[in-house]
């Protein structure tokens, strides 16, 4: 299992933009599931985005369009690329990577305001 840090959260006013970055301590190259959820407050976690195997992607349909999940290689590192941001996007960001034993984050916070 690695061990993922996430980064990137912050305050942003709405359609502004935010890169979040998931550095995982080994090597990514052979874990196809890695993704992103969210959690808001008083709310359950949500998928966000997410590899799901041969380069293919998948996102919430409330992020489609606006989100962009992409991953190095090389760097051992997994980005989601936020844009056209919405209030409705606040929560705790985490990264995850694996299936059966899973490894996540710590989370980032990100904050839209209105």
């Known amino acids: 299992q690695v061990q993922l840090v996430e980064s990137g959260g912050g305050l942003v006013q709405a359609g502004g933009s935010l890169r979040l970055s998931c550095a995982a301590s080994?090597?990514?190259?052979?874990?196809?599931?890695m993704g992103w959820y969210r959690q808001a407050p008083g709310k359950q976690r949500e998928l966000v985005a997410r590899?799901?195997?041969?380069?293919?992607?998948d996102y919430a349909d409330s992020v489609k369009g606006r989100f962009t999940i992409s991953r190095d290689n090389a760097k051992n590192t997994v980005y989601l690329q936020m844009n056209s941001l919405k209030p409705e996007d606040t929560a705790v960001y985490y990264c995850?990577?694996?299936?059966?034993?899973?490894?996540w984050g710590q989370g980032t916070q990100v904050t839209v305001s209105s």
């Open positions: 590899f799901i195997g041969g380069g293919n992607t």
């Open positions: 995850y990577a694996g299936v059966i034993l899973r490894s």
């Open positions: 080994g090597s990514i190259s052979s874990i196809n599931a």
